[in-house]
């Protein structure tokens, strides 16, 4: 009985290998950056549903690897893949972080906003549009920040 | 009582496996449905939220044009929102200007954020229109927005996207979605722009906003010393936003609990009130 329990656990340990070593890109696009810092340099570009390899945590940033290149993300652009035991019993009283993963794409999607667009042509999805075209590039918000003598995030 | 620890031991081991996605038939399918009854919206569906939340919003207000006061808040909002406590979401955040006079503000779902010419000609300095925004940023991080959409419809969506992996809809699928989807939209619509949040949610967002004001290095006194000319000049009893806010005053008194006990530098507040003269020229 003892062997087979350790067996088990064996088992147990071998059909997760890494789970918690990878997390998915939550966001429509995001950065990979030199250094564990907004603004710092960016080596690759990610995007939704991409999955990359943490190397480690660096505070609210992950030290990841994607396609060869290693750098780094923050932890609000990126979501754990795997399922924890503690989530799947609920003994954390929050729903589980592999939930959005597991349904990428589905429920509002792109296609259902394309049905509602057509049932109420006289939204004005146009000017959404151009707002999300507003902003401004990274070297502009430095020098705004650093001008007006406020903080670095 | 070893049997017993063998087959406690073969039902987790049966959840590990259900988690990482190797068909086990039933017990998989089951473990998914509950996830889905209870699942909140993705950031991405949130998104989608927002962006049709925005476009009824954008078709009874229209667009400020002057690209210099919108690249302005811009700048103001993102060194906020970068200061929050989600400072990346599925869209990013975007701020916009809208030709009203009406003294408002709102936030949509995902990060878009609308302020009012009313609002930025209310306020008296970049810290204060700062703090207003650290206000609605505060909704986005808190999810405020999407709260209000009752949970029956996300039941109902749950129930509709099922387990299946195809993420295109056939036709009556996509009909009944959509009518779930209008459904939220209203929901959050009639928040943001007729009742208003949940006093709570007020308070909370107050509360953030002197946190990322203070990380950012703008002034949290900012979000009283607005707060209190609204009060002052008899506007605390307006339309807009002070229709939909809890009376000013018990919002002065909360957020005086949670100011620091020192103001920012003066010399820097002033500072950066030249270039927020220069933005509303």
Redesign the interface.
């Known amino acids: 009985?003892k062997i087979?329990?350790i067996a088990?656990f064996i088992?147990?340990a071998a059909?997760?290998p890494g789970?918690a070593e990878t997390v998915t890109v939550?966001?429509?696009q995001?950065a990979i950056r030199t250094s564990c810092k907004?603004f710092s340099p960016v080596k690759a570009t990610v995007r939704?549903n991409d999955t990359l390899e943490v190397i480690s945590k660096e505070g609210d940033w992950f030290q990841v690897a994607f396609k060869g290149v290693k750098g780094c993300i923050?932890k609000?652009?990126v979501q754990k893949k795997?399922?924890s035991?503690s989530k799947?019993t609920g003994s954390q009283g929050k729903?589980?972080s592999?939930?959005?993963v597991?349904?990428?794409?589905?429920?509002?999607?792109?296609?259902?906003?394309s049905?509602?667009?057509n049932?109420?042509p006289?939204?004005?999805?146009n000017?959404?549009n151009?707002?999300?075209n507003?902003?401004?590039s990274d070297s502009?918000?430095v020098q705004?920040?650093q001008?007006?003598?406020?903080?670095l995030? | 009582m070893s049997k017993l620890i063998s087959v406690h031991l073969l039902s987790i081991f049966t959840l590990f496996i259900g988690c990482s996605g190797v068909d086990i038939g039933s017990v998989g399918r089951v473990v998914q449905k509950t996830f889905e009854a209870s699942r909140p919206l993705s950031d991405e569906e949130e998104y989608y939220v927002g962006r049709s939340v925005a476009a009824r919003i954008l078709s009874s207000y229209s667009l400020s044009e002057n690209k210099k006061l919108t690249d302005y808040v811009n700048s103001v909002g993102k060194a906020v929102a970068l200061n929050s406590d989600k400072p990346i979401t599925y869209g990013g955040y975007h701020f916009a200007v809208l030709n009203s006079k009406e003294i408002n503000a709102f936030a949509c779902p995902g990060g878009t954020i609308f302020v009012t010419k009313g609002m930025i000609n209310a306020v008296e300095s970049e810290d204060e229109l700062a703090a207003v925004l650290a206000h609605e940023v505060a909704h986005v991080n808190n999810r405020d927005g999407v709260s209000a959409i009752q949970k029956a419809r996300l039941t109902e969506v749950a129930t509709l996207i099922g387990t299946e992996a195809a993420q295109r809809y056939t036709p009556a699928q996509l009909s009944q979605l959509v009518t779930v989807f209008e459904g939220s939209i209203d929901d959050v619509f009639k928040t943001l722009v007729v009742n208003g949040y949940g006093k709570s949610q007020e308070y909370n967002a107050d509360e953030d906003a002197i946190s990322y004001l203070t990380r950012a290095g703008y002034d949290p006194y900012a979000l009283k010393d607005f707060l209190d000319r609204l009060a002052s000049d008899g506007k605390a009893s307006g339309g807009g936003i002070m229709k939909t806010h809890p009376a000013t005053a018990d919002r002065i008194e909360r957020v005086q609990k949670n100011l620091p006990k020192k103001r920012a530098d003066a010399s820097l507040v002033q500072l950066r009130d030249k270039r927020f003269e220069k933005a509303l020229k």
Do not use: C, W
């Open positions: 009985m087979s329990v088990l088992l147990i059909s997760n789970r939550i966001t429509k995001n907004f939704y923050h609000s652009a795997s399922l035991l799947l729903s589980a592999g939930d959005e597991a349904l990428a794409g589905k429920g509002f999607n792109p296609q259902v906003e049905a509602y667009k049932k109420n006289e939204l004005n999805f000017a959404v151009r707002v999300e507003y902003g401004v502009e918000l705004f920040i001008k007006g003598k406020l903080n995030p």
